[in-house]
């Protein structure tokens, strides 16, 4: 009988994050400006106005 050594990487989990640089907190990102948001509204409505709408011919 042949006894077989099976490697177990979760035995090294405790070490390998020991090793790892901390990951640095995310900063919140601010949205958009509600200038910036009716700037794009006035701008999508010019783009749907300038669409050619089939006939109903």
């Not at 070490?15 to 006035?42: C, F, I, N």
């Amino acid at each position: 009988m042949t006894i077989r050594m099976v490697h177990d990487p979760t035995r090294e989990l405790p070490e390998m994050t020991a090793r790892l640089a901390p990951v640095p907190k995310l900063a919140p990102v601010p949205g958009p400006s509600q200038d910036l948001l009716d700037r794009a509204r006035v701008g999508w409505e010019r783009f749907i106005d300038s669409v050619d709408t089939p006939s109903d011919e």
